[in-house]
Structures are given as C-alpha cells and as structure tokens.
C-alpha cells in the first residue's frame, strides 16, 4: 500500500529468482486475480478474507467452539451495561518488520474500517457509532452506541493493520489497492504476488512461527481449472463450497476431506398472510415430515451439512441448543392434519378444508444445492398431502423481488448471520424489510422479541445460552419457518502434509486457524 509516496511495506523481501519451491500448495478460486493484500478493502472477495487469517491477526479470535478469547490482545472484559468493552493489547507483539504492533495500530485499523474504502458491509455496519481511544499503556476502550452482545464476535472479523503511524486524515486517503504488501501480524508474509499466484513465506516475528516455510497460493477464475489442477498433483488443495464439487475432488483419488460448519443456516419460510400457512398445525406438520438426514448426505447432488432444528447455526456449538430429531414423524403429521380437519381427498392428493387445498409454491434461488433440497422437500411432505411446486427463480432477483415484499408463499433459503448467535434480524416482530428479513408476517410474539432482546444484549455467557434456548422454543411454537441444515465447506487435501489440523467449525477461514501446526510428511 502506498501512502504519500512511502510504501507500507518497509522490510519486506522481493520475489527470488530462485524460488525453490512451497511447502504447500492450494489452488484458490477467486474472481479477483491479483488477490487484494488488504482485507478490509477486498473483504467482499471471500479469498481475499480468508487469506487474511493467514497474515493477520485481530484483537480476538473464535475457538475451537466459534466462542471470541485473545488474539492479540492479552484479555478484555464488558461492562454491566453491555456498552463498554475494555481491551487489552498483548505486549512484546511485532509486525514482519520488526516493528511493535500498538494501541494506535488498533485505533487506525478501526478509523479505516469505519470509512468509506472499507467495503465489507456486515462489518461496517457491526462497527458504526464505535467509538475507541486509549487507556494507559496498552488498554483500548471501545463505546458502543448501546447494548449489542454480537460486538465481541465483530472483533475477531476485524484484521489489525499497520496503521499507527498515520494521521486519521492519511487514513482516510488510503488507496483502495495495495500497491505492495504492508507488514504482517500472523504466521506469514506476502514474498511475491501476481495474477498467477500468491506467494507467503514465514514470518519470523509471528506469535508461533509456522513449521512451514514456504506456502503458494495458485489463483483459478474457476472452480474446474482448481479441480483440473489438483487431479494432475500441480495443488495439493482446494476449498469446495458446494457438494458437486467435494465429490469430484474425492472421486478416484487417495485425498480426505475436512468438512468445517459454517454460520449459515437453511430454512423454509411460510408466508402466514397465505391461507393454510396461517395454520400453525400446518406449519409444524410440514416440519414433523422433514427427514433431514436423507436431504444432508453430503452426496454429490444433495446439500452437505449439519441438521439443525432451530434458529442457530450448528457451526456455533458454544451455544447450540438440543440436538435436531433425526428422523421424520409422517404418521404424527397425518394425525395432527386429520385432527385440525384437513381431509385427504380419495386421489391422495392435497388436503383440503373449506374448499382450499395444501397445495403451494415453493421458491428457491437457482444456487447449488438449494434447488435439489427444495425437490426433496417437496417429495418428503407429499406423502402427508401436502404438494408443492418447486419454482426456481435467479439468484440475484431471490431477495428483492420475492422475499423482501413478501411475493411467495414458501421459500427456501440460504442465510448468513455471522459468527454470532444474534438472529434479531431475521425473526424480531420489528425486523421487516429493509430493517431486516423478518417476513413470514405472523403475529407478535412478545417472548419472542424479548428473548431475541436478551440473546442480542446480554453479555454473559450463560445468560445468551439461556436466551438461544428461549428463542429455539419460541420459533419451535410458533414455526415461521421450518430449520433444515447448517452447510458445510470442504477442504479438500492431499499430498506432503502430516498432521494437518482443521477445525470443525468457523466457515472456510477457519482452514488456516491451526496453519502454524502443519508439517511435511
């Protein structure tokens, strides 16, 4: 990055002629070719944020239970009034340069991210009407507008960079693309990048120096020249995001998959405006005659996950609730059908009642796998007289034009809220769009909204537990929406590496979390 003329990357080594070769190699899908080197510009690029975690740390990190603990910082605490959270910066910390890493890095990295060259938009947001400054030799006071639990879970989405040098005028003068590599905070530093690759080598100055050296990062444009690549040996890693493309990663070959939970959840909405749907004991029969376990098998066509049941993600296990049934129960759905007088007509076709029938349209955005979910959907509650048309709609038109004005009747979702259990926006009464995606249009739960405002504001963490518990219930009872599977990334390996350790949670960044502990066979 350059600023004024002066480079942002003061000790860095330029590219060697004599390159003897990685350590690793992983084939890396990504629109953007050269990858952004700043991770708060090119956050939008899912890459450029992953790569991130391999050269920068933030105040805090999520364990292996997606819970916030220190990263950089040595410990912090929150207020009882939730607003005040009080940082503090681990000492004898350096950048790749040898240069201590400060209080006012943390305070430039945040008035960066809250200007107009940061265009990550949930961060943004996340961060708005954050104030900071410092506290006695190495503290950071954060003031928050108000209350908000989930602001511990933004700063392990907030990279440290240097920046303490700069005057909150230069700051806001960055450019928008790195001209060369800035220093770095975590396991490596940029040697050499281009549009064909990404080249990192240790940073000696890291918390714990990675027991490889060299790694290489090979930019694709698309997913079939990385699954091209790596069939031939030229990678020895691909990250898949879709089931399709984990099984052709792992068909005829001696590789191994580490599937990592994300935060995304997938669900069916109903919109109770539609007659039917305003049934309750229609809502629930549809979702007593889920068998989740044959729609998540991880094959090729179907969705790779986790079953869920409830609101909150599985790839959150520090405040997961009870564990989802695994099997469907048609014969209870047909006797609450019965008993709420919906008959079976002689055919066995849709139930009907007052001369309306169980007989809807079910919306999907045209995004692998969801339109394969949304058949086996359809096929699994027929058999409770409940038919369903599976009508697949553009991606990008899903949102504004069926979900946003409410224009549907059943839709199936993909949904990321975050590394956070905070679902406020999607369920809260007040929640509707554009404040938020509450759209199914049932009545008011003020238990609901209540136990949202406590899973949103308590600081505790035996407290949000208990709130997500409450919250479950609620949605359980009065079913706005029927909770499929949390989906899963793959990282898809082979080759020269031995104890390769990846967690089982926190979306694709979390690959590179235990990056340090690789070795060579």
Do not use: C
């Not at 975690?53 to 916030?68: M, V």
């Not at 029927?482 to 990334?489: A, D, H, I, K, R």
Request: aromatic share 6%; no cysteine.
């Amino acid at each position: 990055m350059l600023v004024a003329g002066v480079a942002l990357g003061v000790g860095l080594v330029p590219r060697l002629n004599a390159f003897t070769g990685p350590d690793f190699r992983e084939g890396l899908v990504t629109p953007e070719r050269p990858l952004s080197l700043d991770p708060l510009v090119g956050a939008d690029v899912v890459a450029v944020h992953d790569v991130g975690h391999l050269l920068y740390r933030s105040l805090l990190r999520l364990d292996s239970s997606a819970y916030p603990q220190p990263d950089l910082a040595s410990s912090y605490a929150v207020d009882q009034t939730g607003v005040t959270y009080t940082v503090e910066l681990a000492r004898g910390q350096r950048w790749s340069d040898g240069r201590a890493i400060t209080v006012a890095d943390v305070l430039g990295t945040l008035a960066f991210a809250q200007s107009r060259q940061a265009v990550d938009q949930r961060l943004s947001g996340a961060l708005a009407g954050v104030r900071a400054a410092a506290q006695g030799d190495g503290g950071i006071v954060f003031t928050l507008s108000s209350p908000r639990a989930s602001f511990a879970a933004s700063l392990t989405q907030l990279p440290i960079l240097p920046l303490g040098e700069l005057t909150p005028k230069r700051i806001a003068a960055l450019p928008t693309q790195a001209a060369v590599p800035m220093p770095t905070s975590g396991p490596y530093r940029v040697q050499s990048s281009d549009a064909i690759a990404l080249e990192l080598v240790a940073n000696q100055y890291a918390h714990v120096k990675p027991k490889l050296g060299r790694l290489e990062l090979r930019l694709y444009s698309a997913f079939a020249d990385a699954a091209t690549a790596f069939s031939k040996a030229e990678v020895d890693a691909v990250l898949t995001t879709t089931p399709a493309e984990r099984w052709r990663l792992l068909r005829g070959s001696a590789a191994s998959a580490h599937d990592i939970a994300t935060f995304r959840f997938v669900d069916i909405i109903f919109n109770e405006r539609v007659f039917g749907l305003d049934d309750p004991v229609v809502r629930q029969a549809i979702g007593a005659a889920l068998e989740r376990r044959s729609i998540v098998d991880g094959g090729s066509t179907r969705a790779a996950g986790v079953i869920e049941a409830d609101a909150i993600s599985r790839g959150l296990p520090w405040i997961a609730t009870a564990d989802p049934p695994v099997t469907a129960s048609v014969t209870s759905a047909r006797t609450a059908l019965d008993a709420d007088g919906w008959r079976e007509p002689p055919d066995r076709g849709a139930r009907v009642r007052n001369g309306a029938s169980l007989s809807y349209t079910l919306l999907v955005p045209n995004t692998p796998p969801l339109s394969d979910v949304a058949a086996a959907v359809a096929k699994q509650v027929q058999g409770i007289g409940v038919e369903i048309k599976v009508d697949v709609v553009p991606a990008q038109t899903f949102l504004a034009q069926d979900i946003d004005p409410a224009s549907f009747q059943m839709a199936l979702g993909d949904w990321d809220p975050g590394p956070d259990p905070d679902v406020s926006s999607f369920w809260r009464s007040n929640a509707q769009p554009p404040l938020g995606l509450y759209v199914s249009g049932g009545p008011v739960d003020p238990f609901l909204d209540q136990a949202l405002d406590e899973l949103a504001t308590l600081a505790t963490r035996s407290g949000r537990v208990a709130a997500a518990s409450s919250v479950a219930a609620h949605l359980v009872a009065d079913a706005p929406a029927e909770f499929l599977y949390t989906p899963t990334v793959s990282f898809v390996m082979r080759g020269p590496l031995r104890a390769a350790m990846v967690p089982a949670v926190g979306g694709s960044s979390a690959r590179y979390e235990e990056v340090a502990s690789w070795q060579r066979s």
